[in-house]
């Protein structure tokens, strides 16, 4: 598995990308649903 393996870390890296947008005025953004069953 890439990428996180818990749902803190997910969560975490979450908040982070939508601390980015809203840093560089991004106003759109889409996560994919991969591997949710």
């Keep these: 598995m890439v990428g ?3 749902l ?6 979450v908040e982070k ?3 980015q947008c809203e840093k ?3 106003t759109t953004v889409s996560f994919p ?3 949710t069953g």
């Design 8 to 13: 803190p870390a997910a969560t975490s890296q």
């Design 33 to 35: 649903a991969i591997g």
């Design 24 to 26: 560089n005025s991004i």
């Design 17 to 19: 990308v939508l601390e």
């Design 4 to 6: 996180p393996r818990s």
